[in-house]
């Protein structure tokens, strides 16, 4: 039997009180915070199509490696979440590392977008940015950093274009879409994928947040806002949350063809790992990548859990291949402290052993 529930008044009271407090004192705050932004270190484009544009970052000093990063970031986002702010960017700290970096941004899809394909992006404007990048550097390859989705895109490429890819670097990157502790894999298995785009044609930014946002429902949609009372009062705190909070919500839709493929295709029929996606006629065979690759994932990470992450070395072609596990959830890998810490390190380090 359950105990009764043991409440007190005097207790509850003092709480309340305390709230009450916070609020006052946090809201004078509220009031004087600018508006958040991100993308904080020096960029320009030097490549736009249609709503993709291609970005080169500018550090301090000239970069000392030799071969240039392409981050390849998915496409459920915009990719500012590897250069957040000052002190949380993963882009940031590959240039003080020395490393040249290029950023592709998808832009925002619309109805003139809604029969975009996956050929579409990866044989077509990924294609592309990565010979823009080849030749303002004179080079036959390049290092390509896929992120998420965008490693899974990044994977695909470098099987179809391996001669155009140096490096390939992955992080939080699924393969295996079917393993059991996939809950975002589960929850698409008997979904209708075509009466679904068919009906939204592109599918509403706000609909896969709420997806996204309900695999933690308590701690997503509820703990995050009562523990904001606590933080009010600290503009810097507040800044950091709110800049977050409209990375999250500043979310591209998704062009109607590619979200029908990338579901039925890699989360229902998990054909990455048996070699039967098609894209531009031509098979994605694992098998076919012989560059080397560095595999990084996060422990923690509830949207691609480890082990969809861990089976790639299973089923890549290279004998060059690492992986690297660090703390953290999906997000946490690019902005936690240990984060910026770690894992910029141990990208530079792995490729300059590489970079000859």
Excluded at 270 to 288: A, S, T
């Amino acid at each position: 039997m359950f105990s009764p529930l043991q409440l007190d008044p005097q207790h509850m009271v003092e709480e309340m009180a305390a709230f009450q407090r916070k609020l006052a004192e946090g809201l004078p705050v509220l009031k004087h915070l600018d508006e958040a932004h991100y993308g904080a270190t020096p960029h320009e484009a030097v490549y736009r199509e249609d709503k993709l544009t291609l970005y080169h970052f500018q550090g301090d000093t000239k970069p000392s490696a030799k071969t240039p990063i392409l981050i390849c970031y998915a496409l459920v986002n915009t990719p500012w979440m590897v250069d957040l702010q000052p002190d949380r960017s993963l882009v940031a700290n590959l240039l003080a590392q020395g490393e040249d970096v290029y950023l592709i941004d998808w832009g925002y899809p619309d109805g003139a977008d809604r029969w975009l394909t996956m050929d579409d992006y990866i044989n077509g404007y990924l294609d592309r940015c990565v010979d823009v990048v080849r030749k303002r550097h004179g080079l036959d390859a390049i290092n390509l950093l896929g992120i998420c989705q965008g490693g899974t895109f990044s994977l695909c490429y470098t099987a179809l274009h391996g001669e155009k890819v140096r490096n390939l670097l992955t992080m939080v990157t699924p393969v295996d879409f079917k393993t059991p502790d996939n809950m975002l894999s589960s929850w698409v298995q008997h979904m209708d994928v075509d009466l679904f785009v068919d009906s939204w044609r592109n599918i509403p930014a706000d609909l896969i947040n709420a997806c996204y946002l309900m695999l933690k429902p308590v701690r997503l949609n509820q703990q995050k806002y009562v523990a904001l009372v606590d933080i009010l009062n600290n503009p810097t705190q507040m800044e950091n949350f709110l800049r977050m909070e409209k990375w999250i919500f500043d979310s591209p839709d998704q062009a109607g063809e590619t979200f029908r493929q990338f579901v039925k295709d890699f989360y229902q029929g998990n054909k990455l790992i048996m070699g039967e996606v098609e894209l531009g006629g031509r098979q994605v065979n694992l098998r076919d990548i012989h560059c080397p690759v560095l595999n990084i994932f996060a422990k923690q990470d509830h949207l691609v859990p480890p082990a969809a992450s861990r089976a790639m070395q299973k089923y890549i072609g290279t004998d060059d291949y690492q992986q690297l596990a660090f703390r953290g959830g999906h997000i946490g890998i690019y902005v936690s402290g240990r984060a910026q810490r770690e894992v910029p390190t141990a990208i530079h380090a792995w490729l300059a052993e590489r970079d000859h």
